[in-house]
């Protein structure tokens, strides 16, 4: 490769060092930027093989260098342990005058880094008692972090008399473009006053786009005030996309606890955010008494003002417990909107939670999708799912949303064992008709019968519970083999009030073979006479069942599991 090599030199920023080094000796003495070693740019791409030299980006940048046009890229695993890190970036949001950020291309090239901590870290530039803190601690313009593991990280709130605003692993505070992928951050714990974030504290882009892709956060994620998130704390601005994320870690603290995101605030007209395909498994628990609570996805939403502005979530699920004192959700909790945005605005599809939802107050509100949203700013469900949870509170619960609350039209399914407020719930397909959610279709059962085995493979028995005048519904039954090629399928259509029965003959079928094992998919599609909305694919009707024969049923009733 030919090379135009250069070194940044520590001296352009020695005067710019020098108070705070007089001012905190001690701390200073403790941390790497005492301890960097040059590094080699060639063809703008620098090559890290130590901390010092990891050290010495994060001295160059917070001088004035913003690595713009640089690809940085690790070609060792790196341990800060020991010493405490400061950020590359050490600018705080809403600071005045020069802004010293990040905005290169770091790549780490499937490395880890151990042992950041901010253990004796002074912030160069806290604002108002606030600092941000992460890897990166302020990264702007176009951006790219990617192919990075974080292990045993240990980032504490207060820091020399500050507060941590703007908190990550990777990256605390973010206003350019960004793309954030394949970071993960594995152990240890992230804690900060607001806008906390597994992997990204707050992104507050006022142009282009963010996204936060296949990143995951097991370690323990906590705010002493609001604004934690598993992967992401604070979404702001502007467009925004989180998507294939993953949250394993416990998320604590007062209010506004997201598993995935913490919170959408303040967008700008005409903002597209969306959380899609993410998933978590972290405990939430929320103990503050403010409205906004806690949820398994999506924390709470918050616009300033009515403007119109989109919020997508889609297949998005959440298996962990969420509680709170006030307010807990499935999927996303409270919207603490100071204005009133758009109808619809909020949109949620094909989501499912199977968490158990709990609240203590005696005004609280526990769901198990979404509770409280400003009454201007409905929000819409589609295909979403509630499955095998215990929905609790002292106060409302609510298997779905809150009424009056919710975009008519909105679907969402019952599946498994659901309780709410100590009371059974209906398996089945709901539809949010303006008023209250109304029971469509109840989800029923596979079955075959043992006196016509040679032609009856599957039995799907369901009932109609509330089609009004122009709604049906279709119900579909499928029969796959192990390998999950379709053999056989059969569609009934669903028109009238009271049980129903679609069988599936063997008879009326090619492609089966003697002494395999099938499964039954029953799948029900909903139609209120404008277009036709599938509500769910009831999965807790699969079963195996085996070739009919005498043979089969002998060893039935002899209890051996075929």
């Given at each position: 490769m030919a090379t135009n090599a250069k070194r940044f030199s520590a001296s352009a920023v020695s005067a710019a060092?020098?108070?705070?080094?007089?001012?905190?000796?001690?701390?200073?003495?403790?941390?790497?930027?005492?301890?960097?070693?040059?590094?080699?740019?060639?063809?703008?791409?620098?090559?890290?093989?130590?901390?010092?030299?990891?050290?010495?980006?994060?001295?160059?940048?917070?001088?004035?260098?913003?690595?713009?046009?640089?690809?940085?890229?690790?070609?060792?695993?790196?341990?800060?342990?020991?010493?405490?890190?400061?950020?590359?970036?050490?600018?705080?949001?809403d600071e005045t005058g020069t802004i010293y950020a990040f905005s290169g291309t770091f790549n780490g090239n499937g490395h880890t880094i151990t042992g950041l901590n901010n253990d004796g870290y002074v912030p160069a530039h806290p604002v108002s008692g606030y600092y941000g803190y992460g890897l990166f601690g302020y990264v702007n313009g176009t951006t790219v972090i990617s192919n990075l593991t974080m292990a045993a990280v240990q980032i504490v709130n207060e820091c020399a008399g500050s507060n941590g605003d703007s908190v990550g692993s990777v990256v605390g505070f973010n206003t350019g473009s960004l793309l954030l992928s394949d970071c993960h951050l594995i152990s240890g714990s992230v804690s900060?006053?607001?806008?906390?974030?597994?992997?990204?504290?707050?992104?507050?882009?006022?142009?282009?786009?963010?996204?936060?892709?296949?990143?995951?956060?097991?370690?323990?994620?906590?705010?002493?005030?609001?604004?934690?998130?598993?992967?992401?704390?604070?979404?702001?601005?502007?467009?925004?996309?989180?998507?294939?994320?993953?949250?394993?870690?416990?998320?604590?603290?007062?209010?506004?606890?997201?598993?995935?995101?913490?919170?959408?605030?303040?967008?700008?007209?005409?903002?597209?955010?969306?959380?899609?395909?993410?998933?978590?498994?972290?405990?939430?628990?929320?103990?503050?008494?403010?409205?906004?609570?806690?949820?398994?996805?999506?924390?709470?939403?918050?616009?300033?003002?009515?403007?119109?502005?989109?919020?997508?979530?889609?297949?998005?699920?959440?298996?962990a417990p969420v509680s709170s004192t006030v307010k807990a959700g499935g999927i996303c909790s409270g919207n603490g909107s100071s204005g009133t945005s758009f109808v619809s605005a909020e949109k949620f599809f094909n989501c499912v939670n199977t968490g158990d939802i709990s609240v203590t107050a005696g005004n609280g509100v526990a769901a198990g999708l979404a509770t409280w949203a400003n009454p201007n700013d409905l929000r819409f469900f589609e295909n979403c799912v509630v499955k095998d949870c215990v929905i609790s509170s002292t106060g409302t619960a609510t298997a779905f949303s809150t009424t009056g609350q919710t975009a008519s039209g909105s679907s969402a399914t019952i599946l498994g064992t659901v309780t709410v407020g100590g009371v059974a719930q209906a398996p089945g397909l709901y539809v949010y008709n303006g008023s209250a959610w109304a029971q469509k279709i109840a989800v029923g059962e596979v079955t075959y019968d043992n006196n016509s085995y040679s032609n009856v493979v599957a039995k799907y028995n369901v009932s109609a519970c509330d089609l009004g005048e122009g709604e049906s519904a279709e119900v579909t039954l499928t029969v796959k083999n192990q390998a999950g090629v379709v053999v056989g399928t059969i569609t009934r259509d669903i028109t009238a009030v009271g049980d129903q029965e679609v069988i599936?003959?063997?008879?009326?079928?090619?492609?089966?073979?003697?002494?395999?094992?099938?499964?039954?998919?029953?799948?029900?599609?909903?139609?209120?006479?404008?277009?036709?909305?599938?509500?769910?694919?009831?999965?807790?009707?699969y079963m195996n069942v085996g070739w009919l024969t005498n043979e089969y049923f002998a060893a039935v009733a002899d209890g051996e599991n075929t």
């Open positions: 060092l020098l108070s705070i080094i007089l001012a905190a000796p001690s701390a200073w003495a403790d941390g790497w930027v005492d301890h960097t070693e040059d590094y080699t740019v060639v063809d703008q791409t620098i090559t890290i093989s130590t901390p010092g030299q990891l050290a010495k980006i994060a001295v160059d940048c917070n001088a004035g260098e913003t690595f713009a046009g640089y690809t940085i890229t690790l070609a060792n695993d790196l341990d800060l342990s020991g010493k405490y890190w400061t950020p590359i970036g050490d600018s705080m949001r900060g006053h607001k806008g906390v974030g597994g992997v990204l504290g707050r992104d507050y882009a006022k142009s282009g786009q963010v996204i936060v892709t296949n990143c995951t956060n097991a370690a323990t994620v906590n705010t002493d005030n609001y604004q934690a998130g598993g992967v992401v704390g604070t979404i702001g601005y502007w467009d925004a996309l989180v998507v294939d994320c993953v949250n394993n870690g416990e998320v604590t603290g007062n209010q506004s606890l997201g598993g995935v995101v913490a919170c959408i605030t303040s967008p700008n007209a005409g903002a597209n955010i969306r959380i899609v395909r993410c998933v978590n498994n972290g405990v939430i628990g929320a103990t503050g008494l403010a409205k906004v609570g806690a949820a398994g996805v999506l924390g709470y939403t918050q616009a300033d003002s009515k403007i119109e502005w989109n919020i997508e979530v889609r297949d998005c699920t959440n298996t599936l003959d063997a008879s009326n079928v090619d492609g089966f073979e003697p002494n395999q094992i099938y499964n039954i998919e029953a799948k029900t599609e909903f139609n209120d006479g404008t277009a036709a909305k599938t509500l769910s694919d009831t999965v807790e009707t």
